[in-house]
Structures are given as C-alpha cells and as structure tokens.
C-alpha cells in the first residue's frame, strides 16, 4: 500500500524537479496519445520541440517563438501574484481582448495622425482596458462576495461578444468594403508594434514581459507587497493578523494580472495579428494559466514555462502543417503537461511511503 | 490490595525521527485514579492512543484483566470497557445531546430511552445535563459531561480523561472530581493526564511520570509537592517567576465601551467592555475559553475594528486603526492559536519574524525589505528566547508547539511595546520555558510595559498579574487586585455572577 506523508518542510528538490518531470511524463502520453492518432510518436515529439529550434526552417520558427511566449509570459506573471495569494483570475482571456479593443479605439480615432505618441497613448489604454475589465470581478467579490473565478471566466464570453460587436460595428474599417475587422494597426507607422530586431520576434510585448519578470522577481523577493501576497496565499488569518486589508489584496491582484493581460492584448493587436477581428484572441488568456503554474507561479520559471509552451504552440502549428496532427491533439497536449505538473507537485509537500497493508 | 486491571509491559512505538514510548509499562488498578505526566511530547498521548485501540504498538504487550489485550481499533477497546475524554470534543453544534450521543453508539436506542438513560447516568453521578439541548448553546463544561456520559453510558471499567480541567470554571473543576471520585469508589479506573499539578495532588493516588517517551518515575502525588512533580518531568530544577512591587505609572492602554457582533452564530459578542492597564502593570483577564477571548485579542489587535475611541493607547485614539498603524503607535499583541495565526506555518521563522516586526523594527524602508535585518531580528529572538530550531529558515510548522510559542512571545516582547497584549502566553510550553516566559513578562511590566494577559490558567495569573478580571460570555468583570482573591472567588467571578444576568 501506498502511503502519503507530509514532510514538514516543503522540499525545494522536488520543487525544483517537479517541472521536468512532468515535461517528461507529458512526452510520454503525448506520445502515446500520438500513436493511438496513427502517427509516429518520436517523428511527431521532434517536430514539436526540436525543430522549430535546430530544423531545416528554424530561422522562421525562432523569431514565432518570442512573439508566442511573450504575451504568455507577461498575463502569467500577472496571473502567478493573484494566484500566490489565493485570488483566482481565470479570465485574463477577456482582459486580453479589452486591452486590445480599448487600446485599438484610442489609436483609431486619432487615425491617420503622425506622431510618435499615439503608441504610448495606445499601451496605456490597453492596460486601463484590462484593468476595468478585471475590477468588476474585484468590485463583485469585495461588495457581494461574489466567486472570482466564475465572474472573470464569464467576463471572457461577454468580452467576446463585445469583440464580434466592435469588429463588425464601430472599430470595422470604413475602407474594407465591407470586409469585417478594423484597419491594419500594424500597418500604420504611429500604431506599429515592429520588430525592434528584425528576425528575432523581439518588439514591445517581448520587452513588457521581460521587465514584468524582472520586476515581479523583486517584488515577491524584496517587496513588503510581494511578502504580503505570499502570507495572503499561504495562511489568510496570519495575514490579516500582520494587517494585510485582504479586500485591497483583492483589487491589487485582479487589477495588476487585469492591466498586464490588457497590454499583452494591445502589443498583440497593433504587432503579429495586426487588426482587432472577431477571432484575433487565440487563448492566450487561459494557456497562461498553465505557464503560471508550469512555472511555480515563480517569475523566472513562468519566463522558462514560457518558452517551453510557445515552443508547443509553434511546434504544434508545425505538426498539424506537416504530418496533419488535428489541433485539438496539441491543445489535450498542453492540458496533460498542466495535469502532470499537479499531480507530482504532492512530492514538494508529501513523502511516499510504502507500507504494507495493515489489517 | 486491588488487583491489576491493565498492565502495559514494555510498549513501544517510533515515528520517524522520534521514539514516542520507549519500553513503557505501568498497571492500573481497578478504581484507581492514575496519573500520567509529562511535558508536551513526553509521549502521553501516544501511549493513550494505544490503550485506546487508535495506534499499534511496534512491540510490547499489554493485558486487560490477566488476559492479552490488542485493541485493533477504538470499537474493540471500547468493547473491552475502556472509554475515552479527548481534549477537544468531537460534538455537533446544530444538534440535541442525546443526537451526540446516539451518533457515537454502536446501536442506539430509541430517542425517549436514551434520554431517559443519560438522566439516569446524569443524575447518579451528579452532571446535570439536558439531553433535549443543542450542543451549541451548551458551555464548555456542559460539553464535557456530554462527552462523559457518552463514555459512561457504555459502562466503563477504564476511563481514560485528556486534560479535562483545562476549559472548567473552578467550581466546575470541583463538580466533576465528585463524579470522578464516585466512579473510582464503584471501581472505575481512570487514567488521568494533565499539566495541572494541583490538581493531580488532590485527586490521583499514583501517577508515572513520562520524560522523552519513557518512565522516569512512578509515585504517590499526594506525598510530593506540585514543586517536586514538575521538576520530576522536566527532569532538572528551575525557578519559578517572581513578582516585584512594580511602580504602577499613568493609564497606558484603556478600553471603553467595547461592543462588537458575534462573527458567526456560535460566536460570542462583546457587550460593552471597559479596562485600563497602567504602565508597569500587568492585568489578567481568566475566563472560560469561547467566552470572547477571540474576540477581545481581535479588537485590540485591530483585526476587527471598533469605534475610535473604544480602544485607547496613552490617550490617543486608536479604535479604528488598522493592525499595523497599531504596532506603529506602540501596541503589540500575541493571539493563542500559533500556528496560522500568529504565524503562517509553511514560512520560515525569518519570514514569520517580518510578518509583525517590520513596523517597529524598521526592518524595511519604503517596502523594500532589508532580510539581512529581518534575520538578525530572528536571531536575537531565537537566543533572547531560547527557542530550539536549527536555524532561522526553518518552517514555523517544524517547530515543537512550545518552541513555537517562544519565538511568537519573543518576536512581540523585543518589539519593546508600549503595551503588550497576549491571550495564552504559557499555553503547552514545558514547565520551565513557561516559568521563564512568565519571568520575562514580569521584567517587561518592570520597564514600564503596560500588559494584558489573557489566560485560562488561574495559577499563571495568580504569579503574575497585579489585578484580576473575568470574563464571562463577552461580559467583562469589574479588575480587582489580585492580592484580594483567593480560588473561591475568582470562581464566582468566572462563572456565577455574570452568567445569571446574561441569561
């Protein structure tokens, strides 16, 4: 019989080890999983994760890298406060698309002016977008008590609808004959979000999260704030004993994870997507959930958490372009990787035993 | 000469890293009442949760009337006629007594026959209890004797007691070791296990002494002295605190009108709760536990808010304040459960140190924390206090309760308040780290520190407390100095006088 002990300090090995783990464990039921689609497991995993990095056509799938892991990484780093101190924001999806239509609604009703301050102008609607989004959930639970985790998941399909209203309504291209989605921000020099090195799929979103890691490291490291989030998390009445307001923590949390989903969102809709369409999102939102918690809801694993799931997403593209694996194999794919990571994460907190069985 | 009843012979059981009982034997006599002491983590419950069928000895043996006796579960044992008291009782609040005891019955009779046996039970021993009752509204003491007629029903010839007297008013104390008394006269045995040598002195005739899971001594507690029996455990000799004249200087923290709602139905309100505690003073609140003890420590430590002028510090308002601008003006506080309270068990003691010395000890400048700080603050607290850890990153949740509650009184008491609040400051620390916490607040008071100490440990705070209040179902007793009490009184302070008016 198996026993489960808890060790009375977590263990920061297995801390550690947990995530490779379940990277490998993943490979193995994806690849299973492969071959019960018909398709060679081992053909199918190196064209996941080692092509897109050493093949023939790295040179375009390196610079796709950092454009997917970016956004990931800053609403993972955003998400991984809320989610230390037991505040759930599960749709930074709908956050995502606020920040991009709000950001998008500046700059196009500034259209065609040249001058080098819509785009500021443009990042910092994209977060207020993103914020305002995310403190109805925030006013909802601090008023009524309401559960985050279902009034910002909701949010995300009122988002969506807003979204098809805004492309085929008011934000729609008034040249496009017709065609629905808004003019090509990418396209117009005081709304471009360009490659700073070209190739390298490095622009303004890559930067934002690269300092958003950078930050939150000292935050939850050196910070009062960061400290509080942490005992908030882990022993709410010890936290409100040493004075943390738990309701301030509430719109701290969704409002920081809600303006950071927000910029993604902008960064995404003036750069690689371009136009604020009906579908421009493609989930960025939710698979951040999995690259927060990939990563330990620690900034510099959410940076690795990163990569290694944008490198799923541009390695699945390629799968289902090369050998025709269907799309949603890749989506079960990341979701096994998230399921995998829980279930050895007991080893942090527990010991296994192997008892045998007592009457 | 009665005969043995239950004889352990050479029980042992390890957990990992600890051998709990080391070759433990001693015998019970039938109707005899024995004591077993010990510190925390001497191995007392360990052995109890052997006789009583929850924990299988690794080896050894034990016989129940001459003939072998492994309980293999708590049903065996009961069957076997042992019963047991917990320390914490397993009732339902939402339900009648006799639903209590029917749920813990292996075939429970019909509801009129059940309640007519615990008036029955109830009334040959002398626990008035009304089976009709909700649980919820019944006090501590009231509790109890549920969980004790539940075990007499089952007509026991073992009854093994947990710490009994730790929630009972004096007066209760006194009611249910006529019970005890009685039982043991028709045969019963009882084993009985507590920190209160007092107690032991006056009702047990034998008791073992446990140190570090192993027999250290058996005796006759009404031979020794309650001074002998504590060092016979701790196994050297300490000091006991002693208490100077301090100077009594100018009010420092006052309270006035304290009102608050109850935070749950099963909760106690404050109704309008007045106190000062002077400079150098140190005043002691008794009381049963769950008569606002909570509740009182939460309005003072600014987790729940009152009105601004309900709670007052050297004059100046602070009733509305938060938890931190509290410390900031001078208020320190220590509330009695330690671990997620006081501190938050998966962090390390440095950590556990910032969470309420940062204001006052400066430890950070504009939020940015300076741990080389933090961890000098925790190294001082860990030496000043001799708290036992292997360092200061060390999980609060791996400390030993005792150690633990070292480091939560020292983190407060080198914070050097001006007023020191703490509910429990002894509670489950050996007898000589609780001497020596008792000693320190002694010594804080002579500094000047104005201290309110709530405890449900009468004898803690006759060592130390310069005048006495009771609490009594949120209701606060006029203080009086200690020096004109004696057990009787505090006893009608505790229970009877405000007791009748609240109902």
């Not at chain 2, 600014?302 to 004059?315: D, S, Y």
């Amino acid at each position: 019989m198996i026993a489960l002990e808890k060790r009375p300090n977590p263990s920061a090995f297995w801390g550690y080890l947990t995530p490779l783990l379940a990277v490998v464990a993943t490979m193995i039921a994806g690849g299973l999983m492969f071959a019960a689609l018909g398709k060679d497991p081992f053909q199918s995993l190196k064209l996941i994760f080692w092509d897109p990095i050493f093949g023939e056509f790295a040179f375009y799938y390196r610079g796709q890298l950092l454009i997917k892991a970016g956004p990931l990484i800053l609403i993972a780093i955003g998400l991984s406060l809320g989610f230390r101190a037991g505040i759930w924001n599960i749709g930074a999806e709908g956050q995502y698309v606020m920040g991009a239509i709000f950001g998008a609604a500046v700059g196009l009703a500034l259209y065609p002016a040249e001058t080098r301050w819509i785009f500021p102008l443009m990042v910092v609607f994209g977060a207020i977008g993103g914020f305002v989004w995310a403190m109805i959930p925030a006013i909802l639970k601090t008023k009524f008590n309401t559960n985050e985790i279902l009034v910002s998941l909701l949010l995300v399909y009122v988002a969506e609808q807003f979204l098809a209203k805004m492309a085929f309504g008011a934000l729609r291209n008034p040249d496009g004959q017709g065609f629905p989605g808004s003019r090509n921000l990418a396209q117009w020099s005081s709304s471009s979000n360009s490659e700073i090195i070209a190739g390298t799929g490095i622009h303004y979103g890559v930067v934002a999260a690269t300092i958003a890691v950078l930050l939150a490291a000292i935050l939850l490291s050196r910070h009062r704030i960061g400290f509080d989030i942490r005992i908030m998390g882990v022993a709410p009445k010890a936290a409100a004993f040493s004075g943390v307001n738990p309701q301030r923590m509430v719109f701290f949390c969704l409002g920081i994870s809600g303006a950071l989903a927000g910029l993604a969102g902008l960064f995404e809709v003036t750069g690689p997507s371009g136009q604020i369409t009906d579908s421009f999102n493609v989930g960025y939102g939710f698979t951040a959930i999995i690259v927060a918690f990939l990563g330990r809801l620690n900034p510099i694993g959410i940076l690795f958490a990163g990569l290694l799931i944008g490198l799923t997403y541009i390695g699945g593209d390629a799968a289902q372009a090369g050998i025709g694996l269907p799309g949603a194999a890749i989506q079960a794919f990341q979701g096994m990787l998230l399921f995998f990571l829980l279930a050895f994460d007991l080893l942090t907190q527990f010991r296994i035993r192997w008892a045998r069985a007592t009457a | 000469m009665t005969q043995d009843l239950l004889a352990l012979e050479g029980l042992t059981k390890a957990y990992p890293g600890v051998v709990a009982n080391d070759a433990v034997s001693l015998t019970i006599r039938a109707g005899e009442v024995h004591a077993l002491l010990g510190e925390n983590g001497a191995g007392k419950s360990t052995l109890v949760k052997m006789i009583y069928g929850l924990v299988k000895p690794d080896s050894g043996a034990m016989t129940l009337d001459g003939a072998p006796f492994e309980p293999a579960d708590p049903r065996v044992a009961r069957a076997a006629g042992i019963g047991m008291v917990f320390q914490h009782f397993s009732l339902f609040e939402a339900l009648t007594v006799a639903e209590n005891i029917a749920l813990g019955m292996e075939n429970p009779p019909k509801t009129r026959e059940l309640s007519r046996q615990i008036r029955e039970v109830s009334e040959t021993y002398g626990l008035p209890l009304n089976p009709d009752r909700t649980v919820g509204t019944l006090s501590a003491g009231e509790r109890q004797r549920v969980e004790i007629i539940r075990c007499l029903l089952q007509n026991p010839r073992l009854l093994v007691m947990d710490e009994p007297t730790s929630v009972l008013t004096p007066q209760e104390v006194d009611i249910l070791f006529t019970t005890l008394r009685k039982l043991s006269a028709e045969g019963t045995a009882i084993l009985y296990i507590s920190h209160k040598l007092e107690e032991i002195r006056a009702l047990c005739e034998r008791a073992t002494i446990l140190r570090g899971g192993k027999v250290v001594e058996t005796c006759d507690p009404r031979e020794e002295s309650a001074r002998s029996l504590a060092e016979m455990m701790v196994g050297k000799s300490f000091a006991t605190a002693t208490r100077q004249n301090a100077k009594v200087g100018a009010p420092m923290l006052v309270v006035d009108g304290l009102h608050t709602q109850a935070a749950s139905s099963f909760g106690t309100s404050l109704k309008d709760i007045s106190l000062r505690v002077a400079e150098g003073e140190i005043l002691g609140i008794g009381g049963v536990a769950g008569n606002g003890q909570d509740e009182l420590l939460a309005a003072l430590s600014g987790e729940a808010r009152t009105m601004p002028g309900a709670v007052t510090l050297r004059g100046e308002h602070i009733g509305s304040l938060p938890p931190r601008a509290r410390r900031a003006a001078g208020l320190c506080v220590g509330p009695e459960e330690r671990l997620g309270h006081a501190a938050a068990p998966s962090l390390s003691l440095t950590e556990n140190a910032l969470l309420t010395a940062d204001t006052r000890e400066g430890l950070s400048t504009r939020g940015f924390i300076s741990w080389r700080k933090v961890r000098a603050f925790t190294e001082k607290v860990i030496a000043n206090f001799d708290v036992r850890t292997p360092g200061p990153e060390v999980a609060a949740q791996a400390l030993s309760g005792g150690n633990l509650q070292k480091f939560v009184m020292g983190r407060e008491m080198l914070q050097r308040p001006a007023a020191l609040v703490i509910n429990q400051p002894t509670w489950g620390v050996d007898a000589a780290a609780a001497a020596s916490i008792r000693q320190k607040l002694i010594e804080l008071a002579g500094e000047g520190v104005a201290i309110l100490v709530i405890s449900q440990d009468l004898d803690e705070l006759f060592e130390i407390a310069d005048r006495f209040a009771a609490l009594n179902e949120g209701r606060l007793s006029p203080a009086r100095p200690m020096a004109e009490l004696d057990m009787e009184e505090i006893g009608l302070m505790l229970g009877g006088v405000h007791g009748e008016e609240a109902a």
